[in-house]
Structures are given as C-alpha cells and as structure tokens.
C-alpha cells in the first residue's frame, strides 16, 4: 500500500495547498479548501493508452509542421455549428456549462441522434439507460448509431472505447464520473480535474471529439473546475429562464474560433428548435403601455431587438425597491442615478422594476437608452409609440455615447418594420430607409419624444 496523502483544495477555483487555509490566496474566497485524498495506487489502473504512438517526442521545427486547416464537419445543428466557430473539431474537448434542468442532457441527446452516419458514445452517469431512452423518444429522431453507457467509472469507459471506437463521446456529467486513481470523491476538485485531464489526452491522442456536460454553482460558474476552464478547448454556456421557452447557448472561450457566437434555441415539447430570426419572438405583438420601450443590441454577432419593460411606482415601504430580469441591477442604478441628476426625475421615491421580456439576459451597453426611456415613459405614464427603437450607451453627464456597428443595428429595426431610430449623433453616414434622430444628450431625446 502506498501512502495516504491528502491535500487541501479550494472548491472555487482549484489552488491547492498542503494545510487548510481559510481565505484563498489565490480567488480571494473565504472558507472554499477541502481536504481531498490524492492516493496514488500501485496496482495498474486502466487509463487511456494511446496506440501507434511514436516512442518519443521530439521538438519539431514550426515550418515543418504542416497548417492544414481546422478539419471540422457539421453538427447537424445550426446553431451549435455556429457557436462551435463552423462545426465540430476532430480531438476537440468541449465543457458544456448550465443550471440544472436547463437542458444540457436534451440538446447533446439531440445532437447524438441526429449525427446518425456517426457512430457516437453518450455516456450518463446521471440517467438510467431507460431514462435516456424516453427522452430519445421524446426527441423523435432514430438513428441506428449512438450507443449509451451508464457508467461513472473512468476506467471502465475508457475499456468500453477500446471495444466501440465511437467517432463522438459525449460525458453527462463531468461531476459524476470518478477515475480510480485517486480516492477523493466524485465530483471534487481533484477528480474532476483528474478525469477531464484523462479525457483531453484521449481526445487529442485519438483524435476524436469530446463533449463534457458540466453543472454550474449557484454563482454560475461551471462547479469548481475554474481549473476545467482553462483545460478544454471550448466552453459553451446554456442559459435562459427555465420558465421561459428560448434556450442561448454562448461560447465563453474558444481555441478555434471567435467568443462572440450566440445561439438560440426554443425548448419545445419535442427537442430543442433553432431559432432562425430571434428578433421577431423577443418582441410581443402589440404591447404599447407606457413603460415599455425597444432596443436594438448586438448579442455576439447577431443584432437581436430586445423589448424593455419598466414599472416605475411610488415606495410604499421605506426602501425604495429596484429589482431587475435580465439586466445588471447595479446598471439600472446608474441610470436612475442620471436620470435623476440631469433630467429632474424624482425617483428616489420610486419603487423601480425592469424587465427584458423572452428571459434572456442582456449585457450590451447600447440598451442604456431603451431602459432610460423605458424608465421615463413609466415615470411621465406616457406611451411610446410603438415604431419607434432606441439605440444608445449613456454616460455618468447624461450624454450619449456611440455605440459599434450602428448599420446592422439599425438594418433590423428597418427589418421588423421600425420607422423611427433615436441613436447618438455620430459622424457615420447611415444610409437607412427609417427616420433617423441623433442627439447628444439624454434631455434632447426626451424633449425631441415627448415634446
Ligand atoms: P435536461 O436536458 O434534463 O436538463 P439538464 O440536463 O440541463 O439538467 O432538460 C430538462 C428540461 O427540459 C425538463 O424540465 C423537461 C424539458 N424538456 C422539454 O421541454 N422538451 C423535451 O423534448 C425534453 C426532452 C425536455
Ligand atoms: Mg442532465
């Protein structure tokens, strides 16, 4: 038997240490280290064992190595594709991150039954094989090639790969599986990075790509492996209200390709649908209460136009309240501020709530201006109408600030059938068929609207 030995790993971020420390030096956070045992065994243990490698590893000369380009093919799915930076990458390792039940399981099941003419390996540790098999049906799609394996062992998926040789491996969950070298429990810093660590060198030795589900901690970030960030190649998020029905999916990091991808996707009764112009279902029909204004953001690389929905109602308890869906409330407060030092709104008095309607989160700065007229249109109770869309950054002066590509911001309001744009003045020249207003302030926005 070899030695016990136990290190101390912070839960957060995975920094390690040999005693127990109460604030991480490394993230900042208090109380995050757990002593894990790190035993390594004698007996051989099945890992993966890359055949017809060459004995040693040389340096090679970087010209003589030859760039091909990025050998990728479709996924079937659009908006994965998309995100993915053009498809799926031979022996790429991709983390798929989320909240439980937002539907990692179901768009990777989808994915697995729709590549039928390649032979794919969807392991669950999670799932019984039944389990799998009822939501396959629900998805409604056959194929003759994707084989399922309920196992949390390493090892033993990695003996089972021997005998399949799958072309995709899907792991549900990362958190679940558990490698016998080591002895710390599943789904902890240690073994999480062991087995990640395991699964990147089968995938680069063998060629084949890797897609890890992984749970995200209530702060939202994928659970503890801030470490499994830094291994994989791609890290895709899957957000969006769980009460809602739109799905986006977002590439926080990728190796080959741009971070700025978004897709989106509609949880229906039967599978996740791509959503193809996402824009039109953001907006409702025909909601022309004051308080309610639109914005044209980009989100990644596509313009989307987000409806903004403000209550602005007198405080009836001593706090005046701001609650937000969808937008930094620490944002909102900024804006209130300016609105209540340049324009002379008393909102300090108000109970203020924002809504970004379709439940999906916005973090573009150009929805500054949707949100103060939003505000405003509330506060005065008068409606904007309904043809008319903002687009614009707000500075602490009340000023507006321009914002990046006004063109295609602007082009999809013309697309849905806006009139009117109110934007920064800029020295671009626009060439759109709507009504353009710039301004450079907010009181000139506000004056020019509502007169
Ligand atoms: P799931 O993939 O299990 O989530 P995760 O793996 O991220 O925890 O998806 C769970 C939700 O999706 C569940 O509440 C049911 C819903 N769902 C549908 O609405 N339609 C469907 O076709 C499927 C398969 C699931
Ligand atoms: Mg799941």
């Given at each position: 038997?070899?030695?016990?030995?136990?290190?101390?790993?912070?839960?957060?971020?995975?920094?390690?240490?040999?005693?127990w420390?109460?604030?991480?030096?490394?993230?900042?956070?208090?109380?995050?280290?757990v002593?894990?045992?790190v035993?390594?065994?004698?007996?051989?243990?099945?890992?993966?064992?890359?055949?017809?490698?060459?004995?040693?590893?040389?340096?090679r000369?970087i010209?003589?190595?030859k760039?091909?380009?990025?050998?990728?093919?479709?996924?079937?799915?659009?908006?994965?594709?998309?995100?993915?930076?053009g498809?799926?990458?031979?022996?790429?390792?991709?983390?798929?991150?989320?909240?439980?039940?937002?539907g990692?399981?179901?768009l990777?099941?989808?994915i697995?039954?729709?590549?039928?003419e390649?032979k794919?390996?969807?392991?669950?540790?999670?799932?019984?094989?039944?389990?799998?098999?009822?939501?396959?049906?629900r998805?409604?799609?056959k194929?003759?090639?994707?084989?399922?394996?309920?196992e949390?062992?390493?090892?033993?998926?990695?003996?089972?790969?021997?005998?399949?040789?799958p072309?995709?491996?899907?792991?549900?969950?990362?958190?679940?599986?558990?490698?016998?070298?080591?002895?710390?429990?599943?789904?902890?810093?240690?073994?999480?990075r062991?087995?990640?660590?395991?699964l990147?060198?089968f995938?680069?030795?063998?060629?084949?790509?890797?897609?890890?589900?992984?749970?995200?901690?209530?702060?939202?970030?994928?659970?503890g492996?801030?470490?499994?960030?830094?291994?994989?190649?791609?890290?895709?998020?899957?957000?969006?209200?769980?009460?809602?029905?739109?799905?986006?999916l977002?590439?926080?990091?990728?190796?080959?390709?741009?971070t700025?991808?978004?897709?989106i996707?509609?949880?229906?009764?039967?599978?996740?649908?791509?959503?193809?112009?996402?824009s039109?279902?953001?907006l409702?029909?025909d909601?022309d209460?004051?308080g309610?204004?639109?914005?044209s953001?980009?989100?990644?690389?596509?313009?989307?136009l987000?409806e903004?929905?403000?209550?602005?109602?007198?405080?009836?308890?001593?706090?005046?309240?701001?609650?937000t869906?969808?937008?930094?409330?620490?944002?909102?407060?900024?804006?209130?501020?300016?609105l209540?030092?340049?324009?002379?709104?008393?909102?300090?008095?108000?109970?203020?709530?924002?809504?970004?309607?379709?439940g999906?989160?916005?973090?573009d700065?150009?929805?500054?201006?949707?949100?103060?007229?939003?505000v405003?249109s509330?506060?005065?109770?008068?409606?904007?109408p309904?043809?008319i869309c903002?687009?614009?950054?707000?500075?602490?002066?009340?000023?507006?600030?321009?914002?990046?590509?006004?063109?295609?911001?602007?082009?999809?309001a013309?697309?849905?059938?806006f009139?009117?744009?109110?934007?920064?003045?800029?020295?671009?020249k626009?060439t759109?068929?709507?009504?353009q207003?710039?301004?450079?302030?907010?009181?000139?926005?506000?004056?020019?609207l509502?007169?």
């Amino acid at each position: 038997m070899s030695k016990l030995r136990t290190t101390f790993f912070c839960q957060n971020c995975g920094a390690n240490s040999a005693k127990w420390v109460g604030k991480c030096p490394s993230c900042g956070e208090w109380n995050t280290y757990v002593e894990e045992v790190v035993q390594k065994e004698k007996e051989e243990v099945a890992a993966w064992k890359p055949s017809g490698l060459p004995a040693r590893n040389v340096p090679r000369r970087i010209q003589d190595i030859k760039g091909e380009k990025l050998d990728r093919y479709s996924s079937k799915d659009g908006e994965l594709d998309r995100v993915l930076g053009g498809g799926i990458v031979h022996g790429s390792l991709v983390l798929i991150g989320g909240e439980p039940g937002i539907g990692k399981s179901t768009l990777m099941l989808q994915i697995a039954v729709q590549l039928s003419e390649k032979k794919v390996l969807y392991v669950s540790g999670e799932e019984s094989l039944q389990q799998i098999r009822m939501r396959a049906d629900r998805i409604g799609i056959k194929s003759d090639n994707c084989f399922l394996l309920s196992e949390t062992s390493l090892g033993e998926i990695f003996n089972q790969i021997g005998g399949l040789e799958p072309d995709i491996l899907v792991i549900d969950s990362i958190q679940t599986l558990h490698s016998s070298h080591l002895d710390a429990a599943p789904g902890s810093i240690s073994q999480v990075r062991d087995c990640a660590a395991q699964l990147m060198r089968f995938a680069k030795e063998s060629d084949t790509p890797v897609f890890l589900i992984g749970h995200i901690t209530k702060e939202g970030s994928i659970a503890g492996p801030k470490v499994l960030e830094h291994m994989v190649d791609t890290v895709l998020q899957f957000e969006g209200d769980r009460h809602h029905i739109y799905r986006i999916l977002r590439t926080t990091k990728n190796r080959f390709g741009s971070t700025s991808e978004l897709g989106i996707y509609q949880m229906q009764e039967d599978g996740l649908r791509e959503v193809a112009n996402p824009s039109e279902i953001l907006l409702s029909a025909d909601n022309d209460n004051p308080g309610v204004a639109i914005g044209s953001t980009i989100e990644g690389n596509r313009p989307l136009l987000i409806e903004v929905q403000a209550l602005v109602s007198p405080a009836t308890y001593g706090t005046p309240q701001r609650s937000t869906t969808g937008f930094d409330v620490k944002r909102l407060h900024m804006l209130l501020a300016v609105l209540e030092k340049r324009m002379g709104l008393r909102l300090g008095i108000q109970d203020v709530f924002l809504n970004i309607t379709g439940g999906i989160r916005v973090d573009d700065p150009s929805l500054d201006l949707a949100v103060c007229a939003a505000v405003f249109s509330s506060y005065q109770d008068m409606a904007i109408p309904r043809e008319i869309c903002f687009i614009g950054e707000i500075g602490l002066g009340g000023e507006l600030r321009s914002v990046n590509r006004l063109e295609n911001r602007i082009k999809e309001a013309e697309k849905l059938g806006f009139k009117q744009v109110y934007l920064s003045a800029s020295k671009e020249k626009l060439t759109q068929q709507v009504i353009q207003h710039p301004h450079k302030t907010l009181r000139a926005v506000f004056e020019d609207l509502f007169g």
